[in-house]
């Protein structure tokens, strides 16, 4: 029962109140004991105590008296009785709706409050008993009354709700009825009167809470189940496009079992066909709540679809960011006859607008978007979440190179132009996206603001293969010019090269012609040189490849890289962990790394910091890359960073080409570059330049991760050097080029070998023939007219399977063995070749066949 004071005649007065303790008494005898032996020293000692300083005594008493009178008057102190008088405090205490109950923290009752004897129990012969022992016959609340006492003990707050049948005492009459209890304890400031600290017990009958509380909880059950076994489907998403909740009617359709749903398992773009999530991610920018309808279809747990009608709300905060969502889901599977038809025609159309591959948007009269389609968001890179795209001028969603002719278009549009040449634009969006924009007039409806249809077909890909082709078509005509130059260089080199040698035979170090000879040999080695790094560019090479730890290799050449950058510059290497083997020619790659490096130098005239990086790249990393025309698969990643001037992207596109440079004249051939591309790309990899202008640069190579096989090993052959070059042997050689065939003839005749000279491959087949095919080694070249290398090879098989053949040739070995049938029996010799070079391989060969 509530106690509801009227007045302070009819306030509940506590039950229990401590009077105040013994120490005030106690102070107020101290100081009376004190005066007495005061007066009783001035009694005795009156004669020894001079009379002005007992005046002087009195006279101080005097003012603390009248002090003590004028204090009293202003109410500064107050007299009390044995009973205090009620404070504010207090006041507050008495009338709570609750019982309170003060004790020390070893349940010594000080102060019990009017409300708490209104519970039964609480009163044994008039007197309070505690709250623990309130509650002692009370099975059910043993356990929580133990862990409040230990509270209690404890100093700490603590609260339980109780739960008694028939309530305390069984003051329900019997009742099976429950009743509900919330005992509380807290520790109490520091009291001065109190010895002990102390501790404020409550007790609150909550029964009518928790009545109203159920009953709430039984009508949202009921609601819920309403809900759950609608006729209608019904689901909620959050602003990520998690769901929230969704009814059993849906999770039947749908088939999940709600037993086992939870909060965020299932996303709107599960539910929802391709791209229509983003339809159910719109809302007003305003904030205001709307229903929109859409017929759209819905994915089935096992994967099949199944058309509905969406009633859908979604709403914007204040801030602009999307809340949730509430849709309703109407089945659009069947319906009434008469019906049936326009049914079909909406979830016809519904599907063609949504599952199309364009994006499609419809314009009001001043280009703004009215409408969207499911696939617009995704091409134009629009997530729901972000601001909503209602009513936004579509012109800038392009890039601006682009808007003017679009602001055309759509007029054209308004004014029911029939022929609109399409817009090819960018996206004004991050990155290099591209779309085509067919653009038609609308019907003009007093109900409908859209004048304009946009249909818009993403070209990104196609645009990225599109320049992918053409710089593919480009380095592969420049690379076979290169690569033809190159073998017709390798032509004329040998010759020059050859008939130096031969010069070189003639004319001693100490013969005044001796250092012009050596000055058109070395010049010839150089050009030779150049020619190697056009082959390297057209990928025509030989290459040596081995399984390579790319790391020890590129600390090797730390030292030679230092030396080449000079003091101004820093050099840094840093590896990745467990850096994965490669398979490369180690010269070349070494090669590579050389070049870059000193481009980096180059680009740094100042001094700067160069740094080169090792990584490893799976698979699962490299499929989100966006490098042009690298697949996705494991890698080796070395990245070669300089902090120079950069380059601007019109420079990028050109400097793989060969002799192209930016450096100044008689400073470089412009072949490194394109050497680095040969070469990576000759062994499997990528390059891919990334630079900012005044930043600098960075090279990224991926270089294909080698899987070892069981038992593979690498072969490392020595070649012994050899000594005595001559033979006697019988030799066809067969050479179109007259230079070469005659120095080469010369060059073999010199060391004691007969040989016989072919200009094609039809007189050597009449030499064979005319020498009864007894000749002991063929020197062929491989690109002849008429009857080229392999042919030959061929016919000449046919009588002479044993016979030995070397092939020369200006092209890279892997291009020439690739058109032979049986290459595992010629031996290769590649242009140019000086006197010592054909005459040591001659020599190896036949050393072969006579083992």
Known sequence: MAITPLDEDSYPDPLISRPRSAASLWRVVALAAFFIIVAVGLSMLGDRIPPDLILVFLGLLAVVGVFCLFAIAAGLFRLTTGDETRSVSRSIVDSLPFGAVVTDRDGKISYVNAYYGTFPGSLTDGVPVGVPRLFAGQSEASEAIYRLSRAARDGRPASEDIQLIGGLGGG????????????????LPPVESANKPLVLWSVEDITRDRERQDNAFRELQRAIDYLDHAPAGFFSADAKGSIQYLNSTLADWLGYDLAEFETDAIRLDTLVRGDGASLLMHGRSDGEIRTEIIDIDLVRRNGTSFPVRLLHRAARLADGELGETRTLVLD???????EEALRVSEIRFSRFFNDTPFAIATLDKDGRIVRTNAPFSRIFGWSGGEQTIEMQPMAELIA????ERFHAAVAAAIANRSEIEPVDALLAREGDHAVRLYVSGSEESAASPERVNVYSLDMTDQRKLEAQFAQGQKMQAVGQLAGGVAHDFNNVLTAIIGFADLLLLKHKPGDPSFNDLMAIKNSANRAAGLTRQLLAFSRRQTLR????????????????LKRLIGEAITLDVDHGHAIWPVK?????????????????????PNGGKITIRTRNVTEAESTGMTYTGMPAADYVLIDVEDTGTGMPPEIIEKIFEPFFSTKELGK????????????IKQTGGFIYPESLVGKGTTFKIFLPRHIATEGEVVAKVVAAPVKDLTGHERILLVEDEDNVRVFSARALRTTGYEVFEAESGEVALEILEDENYQIDLMISDVVMPEMDGPTLLTKVRERMPDLKVIFVSGYAEENVRQDIADNQSVEFLPKPYSLDQINSKVKDVLGKISD
């Open 400 to 403: 601006e190179a682009s808007r």
């Open 584 to 604: 490369a020619d180690l010269v070349q790659l070494e090669q590579v790394v050389v070049n870059l490096v000193v481009n980096a130098r180059d680009a740094m």
């Open 668 to 679: 470089g051939t412009g072949l490194g570059l394109s050497t680095v591309y040969g070469i």
């Open 172 to 187: 329900l009459g019997g009742s099976s009825k429950a009743a509900w209890y919330r005992v509380s304890v807290r520790s």
């Open 332 to 338: 659009r599977r069947g319906g009434v006859n008469q």
């Open 545 to 560: 490849p081995q399984i390579l730890e790319i790391t020890t290799h590129i600390d090797d050449l730390t030292v030679l």
